[in-house]
């Protein structure tokens, strides 16, 4: 789950940019970038970093032009370490392409070696996204770069993507010479939404990953992107829409309401802040039913994401919310680090505990989701070292069991900690005195009952099923060993071979 960004204005967009992607920078910690398009030049730069480390003013003036995308970073393919793989990529033929991907394709070698035998192109990164790239750069090829590219060829170009490319895709490009070019995969999986505003010299456009976005640069949220969709405004600033899939269906990740997005977004037409609040009512029913028998004194989060579901399981239960512990703000979010090591010392950094509120008391911790366990692990011995009796543990989330394929970090079935263990085998290996999950059918609830439009979700880290049907175990297993260790560093080009050989291909 990167953080994707497009404007179309009438004046320079580099600072709105700049702005957009600060207001993403929760969705990806490790990389930004930006480009912006003046006439058929584009200026780019990107580098590792936060938003605010990688664009200094010099930068930010070399920016120039009235349209332009940009990125944040969260490595979930590739080398998270490579400055070559922060986004936007660019291609140069044909017209001139940049492209800011957020998601993660699940036939990344499989075009690859198309790319490279087929379509004469060569991939320089390990990166999926430099492969979305040249595939959208070589259906722009396929209908017709000789001639005028009408509205049409793009979509149609958009089509052919569609076609070739699997897994998870939120795309915003910009053609030079043309405009800017916006599109969803078939499943919806990752979000995007589109707002404009009037400005004195017409309409102006921006997509972005989430709303929160479109709401802090004063536009006006439009719409969503439906999945499949492809939006295009071209460089008279008008705007085209067409659904440039066969049989699109509406998929969105369930795990960006649990933790990814911020709460003060709407993706989908749901409130992800009001999801968080009926996941903590849902839990409290299941706590009222499973826990009678349990004294609970009060009720605290492990800030910040379980916030709003912890508040509002407090108030079901008729308990005491009370802030336990304190973030320090200057630390980011631990679960996109790269590296358990990282993760792990962040923990601490990042939260410490007020003894007054655990000292002598039965204390429930409430957090969003437990992936790995890195923070439960910590924070339940935090809580005993600040004097509390019993301490019990719940997640607004079921419990993690299957790796991610779609954009998430959670790529080894070992590394997560609910895989292969009972309930009560997890609260000995955090420390809980009793711990509970979130039932599947329940987190689904808070979400549909929001939209019932919404009727399918991508629950994969959940059950298992994968929605874009290509996922077999063996595709797990060959993720799995090409991992070294948790840490983000995929050996890409052998995973086709090594599917061929597992399949005895
Ligand atoms: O079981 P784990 O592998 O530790 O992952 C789960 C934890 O990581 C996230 O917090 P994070 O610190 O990333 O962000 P937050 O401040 O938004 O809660 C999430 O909210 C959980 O607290
Ligand atoms: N989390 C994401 O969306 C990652 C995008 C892309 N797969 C990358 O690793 O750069
Ligand atoms: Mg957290």
């Known amino acids: 789950m990167c953080g994707i960004i497009g404007i179309v204005s009438h004046s320079p967009v580099n600072q709105l940019l700049y702005d957009g992607l600060l207001v993403l920078q929760h969705r990806g910690q490790d990389a930004a970038g930006i480009v912006t398009a003046e006439g058929n030049v584009f200026h780019m730069h990107k ?6 480390d990688v664009f200094r003013t010099r930068d930010m003036r070399n920016l120039l032009g009235n349209s332009g995308i940009g990125h944040v970073r969260y490595p979930t393919a590739g080398n998270a370490a ?19 991907h957020n998601g993660n394709l699940t036939n990344t070698d499989q075009l690859k070696e198309d790319l490279f035998r087929l379509d004469l192109r060569h991939v320089n990164t390990s990166s999926d996204s430099e492969v979305l790239l040249n595939v959208l750069a070589h259906e722009l ?94 460089e008279t600033g008008k705007m085209h829409s067409h659904q440039c899939a066969d049989n699109p269906q509406y998929f969105p990740c369930i795990f960006e309401y649990v933790y990814l997005a911020r709460p003060d977004s709407v993706i989908d037409g749901v409130s992800v802040y009001e999801t968080r609040l009926r996941m903590g009512e849902q839990l409290a029913e299941k706590i009222r039913q499973q826990w009678a028998h349990l004294h609970i004194d009060v009720v605290i989060p492990i800030p910040d994401t379980s916030r709003p579901s912890a508040l509002q399981l407090a108030n079901a239960l008729g308990l005491s919310y009370r802030e336990g512990f304190i973030k320090n703000r200057y630390i980011g979010r631990t679960f996109i680090m790269p590296g358990q090591a990282m993760r792990k010392k962040s923990v601490r950094q990042k939260l410490n505990a007020i003894g007054m509120e655990f000292k002598d008391k039965n204390v429930l911790l409430v957090d969003d989701s437990i992936v790995r366990g890195t923070t439960s692990r910590e924070i339940v011995q935090m809580a005993r070292d600040a004097g509390a009796r019993q301490v019990f543990f719940a997640s607004a989330a079921p419990p993690v069991r299957f790796p991610n394929v779609y954009g998430i970090d959670m790529p080894t079935r070992q590394e997560l900690l609910a895989t292969g263990r009972t309930d009560e085998q997890i609260a000995r290996e955090i420390g809980a005195d009793a711990l509970v999950y979130q039932d599947i059918d329940a987190l689904i609830e808070a979400v549909r009952e929001i939209n019932p439009a919404l009727v399918h979700f991508d629950t994969s880290c959940f059950n298992g099923n994968y929605v874009t049907g290509d996922i077999t175990p063996e595709y797990l297993d060959i993720i799995e060993s090409m991992r070294c260790g948790s840490d983000i560093k995929v050996k890409s080009s052998s995973l086709q071979l ?6 005895g291909t």
């Open 498 to 503: 090594d599917l061929n050989l597992a399949r």
């Open 47 to 52: 580098a590792n970093g936060l938003v605010r």
């Open 141 to 234: 090829v396929e209908v017709g770069s000789t001639q005028q590219l009408s509205v049409d060829r793009i979509f149609k170009a958009v089509s052919g993507v569609h076609r070739r490319c699997r897994g998870a895709y939120a795309v915003v490009a910009m053609i030079a010479g043309h405009g800017l070019l916006a599109f969803r995969d078939p499943y919806g999986i990752r979000p995007l939404i589109i707002g404009s505003r009037q400005s004195a010299d017409g309409v102006e456009y921006m997509l972005a990953s989430e709303s929160v976005a479109i709401d802090s640069l004063d536009f006006k949220v439009l719409r969503d992107v439906a999945p499949g969709e492809a939006i295009y405004i071209d």
């Open 82 to 100: 490579s400055t070559a793989e922060a986004q936007p990529f660019y291609v140069n033929s044909p017209y001139g392409i940049v492209l800011a």
